[in-house]
């Protein structure tokens, strides 16, 4: 079971970027999908996370209307889409996935990608 985690970068701010996570040794669609962060210095928070039906989504205050969610199960993947980037998004960002894991209600997740590094600088 592995989750790999990748297209992370240098980017200017204001500018996209998306991040792909793929997952070997389970089937995704049948599980939660999630994404966090860690900036230096700082404690791990939550980014965004999906129900595995779709029927709940959450989103930290911060990243609301610029960053979105997917996933593609044919592929067994998720995504992180982020647009219009600031400094303060500069963080090693993890994927994950669990059978119920929710990051609005602090249900955590079994499994975790390796992390990949988004540096927000001009």
């Known amino acids: 079971v592995q989750l790999q985690a990748s297209g992370g970068g240098l980017v200017q701010p204001g500018g996209s970027l998306r991040l792909s996570c793929a997952a070997s040794g389970f089937t995704l669609k049948d599980y939660n999908i999630g994404w966090f962060r860690q900036a230096p210095g700082k404690e791990r928070e939550g980014v965004l996370s999906?129900?595995?039906?779709?029927?709940?989504?959450y989103y930290a205050d911060s990243v609301k209307g610029r960053f979105t969610i997917s996933r593609d199960n044919a592929k067994n993947m998720h995504y992180l889409q982020m647009n219009n980037l600031k400094p303060e998004d500069t963080a090693v960002y993890y994927c994950t996935a669990g059978s119920y894991g929710d990051i609005g209600v602090g249900i955590p997740f079994e499994f975790w990608g390796q992390g990949t590094l988004v540096t927000v600088s001009s």
């Open positions: 999906q129900s595995k039906n779709y029927g709940s989504t």
